[in-house]
């Protein structure tokens, strides 16, 4: 299995409490992913990084920021959580190649968050 | 929009018999295409994947089959076992994208005895 956690695994909090949720890889990949999965929706692509600092957003990037200081980690926060942010967060990374061809994701073992 | 659909939310399927997942996508940018599975409170893990320039890709029990004219891309399972029993995610991207992936909705497999 692909080195990776995340922290919390569960997490219960408040309208309009920041919340911040980390991943960690040991993988050394250079790209990071964060998706939320709900159910009908499948998993959809939050925000991903291709190297230290460098960001982008993905399909549901609104009310979500990420920082990567570091390789190995990858942190999601949500500034004012709001019932609509109650999902559950995967984690994945990739090496991908570019246009050489696209690399597997390996996912991490999610965190369940409950925004009441 | 959805992207990518998996029109059927769940499936059973007798041990030893196979199993069919379907998956269409409308976006004719998608160039590669992958299969997750996922078990209850873990991460999806991947299963196998199929790049637009073949038809067919096997691996084991599993194989993938895809109809570029039809948009359209199916996983076999043959024979199927109870530990198969998970939630399947039908996954493409776009080469030099960074790998994003856009999901359908998943397709619940249950084998039964």
């Known amino acids: 299995d692909a080195g990776i956690t995340q922290s919390p695994r569960h997490k219960v909090t408040e309208t309009g409490t920041p919340v911040t949720l980390r991943c960690h890889q040991t993988e050394n990949h250079r790209y990071m992913y964060w998706y939320r999965q709900d159910p009908g929706h499948g998993l959809r692509l939050i925000h991903y990084?291709?190297?230290?600092?460098?960001?982008d957003k993905g399909e549901v990037s609104d009310g979500y920021s990420v920082s990567r200081s570091k390789t190995e980690d990858f942190l999601l926060t949500l500034e004012s959580a709001t019932s609509s942010q109650t999902s559950v967060y995967f984690c994945?990374?990739?090496?991908?190649?570019?246009?050489?061809?696209?690399?597997?994701?390996?996912f991490g073992p999610g965190t369940r968050l409950t925004v009441l | 929009d959805q992207q990518v659909k998996q029109n059927s939310p769940s499936l059973s399927v007798q041990e030893g018999r196979i199993s069919i997942l379907n998956c269409d996508y409308t976006?004719?940018?998608?160039?590669?295409f992958l299969w997750y599975k996922k078990y209850p409170a873990e991460g999806p893990t991947f299963l196998i994947s199929i790049s637009s320039i073949k038809d067919k890709n096997e691996d084991g029990r599993f194989t993938v089959f895809l109809n570029k004219s039809a948009k359209h891309l199916s996983l076999h399972i043959v024979p199927s076992q109870p530990g198969d029993s998970a939630v399947y995610f039908c996954?493409?991207?776009?080469?030099?994208?960074?790998?994003?992936?856009?999901f359908g909705t998943g397709t619940r497999l249950q084998v039964t005895l």
């Open positions: 990084s291709y190297g230290v600092k460098d960001t």
């Open positions: 996954a493409a991207t776009i080469t030099g994208t960074a790998s994003k992936l856009t």
């Open positions: 976006n004719s940018m998608f160039d590669y």
């Open positions: 994945a990374i990739s090496s991908d190649r570019g246009l050489l061809g696209t690399d597997t994701q390996y």
